[in-house]
Every structure is written in C-alpha cells, then in structure tokens.
C-alpha cells in the first residue's frame, strides 16, 4: 500500500505493538535490501510502536497525539484511518477513547474517512447497517458502505462525508460508493 509514489499527499502510519513494529522493521529492511533497493523505506510510511490498550490508561495516552509526535501525521493531508481486526484486542476504555479521537478527527475534516474491517462493540454489536448508520451520524459521519458478518461479530464500514474529496476520488476509483 505504501510503497506506491504518494509523495507528501498522503499520510501512511502503521501502527502496532512495539514488539511487532520492530519485527515489521526487519523485514522491510530485508525486502528494500533484496527485492527493491530504491524503496525509501521510512519516507512514505511510518511505523508507530504502541500498545492500543494505553488509550484507555489513566495517563491518558492519546492516539492522535501520539500519530502526530511519532508518525507524522499531517492534519491538513487526506488522511484514511484503516483498522483491520484489532479492536477485538483492545481494552473497552481504550476502544472508546480511540474512536471518539477517530470519528472527532474525521467529522472535522473534508478530506478524512474511516475504513473499519473490525468490531464496534461495545457501541454495535448487531449486523444491521441501520444501526451502524445512527451510530455514526451521532458522531456528524455517513456510513457509506456497509456489510458485516457473523452475527455483527465484524463489520467491514466505509465511513466519512459522500460529498468529501477524498470520498469523491475513492467514489471515481471503485466504480462509486454504494451503501
């Protein structure tokens, strides 16, 4: 995903646990080294070592804070937040704090969205795209796509603003956006 020329358009930050962001950093370095020596690995993404869990700590380690300090991230470039079964693993606290600082982020940008291949509990734990819909326009989002299987166990969501940039040029590239 990251190794495509984005240049300074885009923010890419990959965020995991400390022990495995620094096995993935091995294992870039090798493929830069044998597979593609001209990959500046490092200039275009991002590799974040935390602990999701510590959003949800009294000393209140903030995910977006700790993205900008540590990853960069850029608050003016298009910025799409993917989250692919992690939260499954996440403390309730922690999940909580991490998608308010996602959905605040997100519904105060035009050029922001939020793709989720992950559960919503404790906020949906039911499989119906109505009630993943009112979940997050009471976070001022639109769910833009939506399935979910096993019961609700995990959603696969497209979330952000239909008339957002950044929902127009996925919109161009897929063929459109279909809820």
């Known amino acids: 995903r990251y190794r495509n020329a984005h240049g300074s358009k885009i923010n890419f930050i990959e965020v995991d646990l400390p022990e495995v962001t620094e096995g993935k950093r091995k294992l870039y370095e090798k493929f830069q080294k044998t597979q593609d020596p001209d990959w500046k690995l490092g200039e275009r993404h991002n590799l974040v070592p935390l602990d999701l869990n510590s959003c949800g700590d009294e000393e209140g380690v903030g995910l977006l804070d700790t993205l900008k300090k ?67 326009k009471s976070k001022k989002l639109e769910l833009l796509q939506h399935r979910s299987r096993w019961g609700g166990a995990v959603h696969f969501c497209l979330i952000g603003k239909k008339k957002s940039a950044i929902a127009k040029h996925i919109s161009s590239r897929v063929g459109g956006i279909v809820n």
Do not use: H, Q
């Open 70 to 136: 540590v990853g960069g991230l850029n608050k003016d470039l298009p910025t799409l937040f993917v989250w692919e079964a992690v939260l499954f693993y996440v403390n309730e606290d922690a999940v909580r704090n991490i998608m308010t600082e996602l959905t605040d982020f997100t519904s105060s940008r035009t050029n922001s969205m939020l793709c989720f291949t992950d559960s919503l509990k404790p906020f949906v734990d039911v499989p119906f795209s109505n009630e993943v819909s009112s979940f997050f």
